[in-house]
Every structure is written in structure tokens, then in C-alpha cells.
């Protein structure tokens, strides 16, 4: 895996969470959607930082489906089906950040790393 890699799903979660606060009715939900808003979106931009790409795009079917999905079966059940990639997401990042000399740059990695994990949970 590289930046390149974990910027565009970091990019693709926030561009669909931000669909998903966008259309929701109920505070509570939107209040816990923004606030993945701004995690999934601080991560793209740390990993855009390393990336040799800058900009990702996202099919408008990934959101499209996502939408329905939360339309269908509920936002609990659309969040599991999205945080559910999270567990790769995880393993995958542990194998990078394992990899990485530099003290600093491994600690904020490590950040990145437990937004994932409170995501899964």
C-alpha cells in the first residue's frame, strides 16, 4: 500500500459521510456524522501530504448507493457496512506505519491509525 492509496479512501469516506449529514433529519446522527466528517478529512490530508497524486476521484455510484443504503436499512446499519472495510483498512496501515523510521511522522501515523480503530468501534 501507499499514501496514494490511503488518501483516496480517506477522501471517498468523507465525501460520503459528508452526503449522508447532508441529507440527515436527526441531530444526533448529524452531529456524529460531522464529527467523522472532520476526522475522515483531516486523515486525507495528512496521507495527501506524502501522495504523488493530489486529487481522488469518487464515483457518484459509490455515494448514490451509500444514500440508498442509509434510506433502506437506517444510518446504524449504512455505518456498519461502511466501517466495516475498516478492519483492512487496519491491517493495512499497521503494515505501512511498521515500515516507517521517523519517530514524529510513526506517532501522527499512529493517530490516523486509531481514528480507524474508534471507527470500527
Known sequence: MDPNYFAHHQYRDYVIYTALAR???NPEFRRILELLIG???????FWKQFASRKTFPVRRLDVVFHVLLRRLFGLTFTAKFLEGRERLMI?????YIGGVKDAALRERMEDVLAHEREHER
Open 23 to 25: 441529507r440527515e433529519r
Open 39 to 45: 476526522q475522515e478529512y483531516s486523515d486525507y490530508e
Open 91 to 95: 491491517e493495512r496501515y499497521e503494515r
